[in-house]
């Protein structure tokens, strides 16, 4: 939770898989529009 230093990498990591996934999922959700 918050004023947790040791828990800023793992944060840090989630969010990038978290960017990843929502990068993809944009993607096929355009190719669905199209």
Do not use: I, Y
């Not at 828990?7 to 990843?20: C, I, K, S, W």
């Not at 990068?23 to 669905?32: G, I």
């Amino acid at each position: 939770g918050v004023g947790e230093p040791e828990n800023a990498p793992l944060v840090g990591n989630v969010r990038q898989d978290l960017t990843e996934w929502q990068v993809k999922h944009a993607n096929l959700m355009l190719s669905n529009v199209k």
